[in-house]
């Protein structure tokens, strides 16, 4: 059993920054990659970024250049700096952590991005 715990969600006007985090804790070594996706109203979940144990990432092209994931295996957590937000970003962000037969999410955090 794996527990993935997000924090940092808010509200932030356009051009502004927020900082995610997620807690990870029960069977972490059975996790190599990990990863935040989001899903705005009315539309499917995407996967906004993804970074390996060893540090290997993977960005959406929507959030290139603008997003940074991160993840520090000491503490068993991984974060998602996000600056230059745009409306379009408005959704539920979610910690995602697979194992090679689960996958397990976290609860998610709400992001809005308005004036």
């Known amino acids: 059993q794996v527990q993935l715990v997000e924090s940092g969600g808010g509200l932030v006007q356009p051009g502004g920054s927020l900082r995610l985090s997620c807690a990870a804790s029960g069977s972490i070594n059975s996790i190599n990659v990990m990863g935040w996706y989001r899903q705005a109203n009315g539309k499917l979940r995407e996967m906004v970024a993804q970074?390996?144990?060893?540090?290997?990432?993977n960005y959406s092209s929507s959030v290139k250049g603008r997003f940074t994931i991160s993840r520090d295996n000491a503490k068993s957590e991984i974060y998602l700096q996000m600056n230059n937000l745009t409306a379009e970003d408005t959704a539920v962000y979610y910690c995602w952590g697979p194992t090679f037969n689960y996958e397990y999410w976290g609860q998610g955090t709400q992001v809005t991005v308005s004036s």
């Open positions: 970074i390996t144990r060893n540090g290997v990432i």
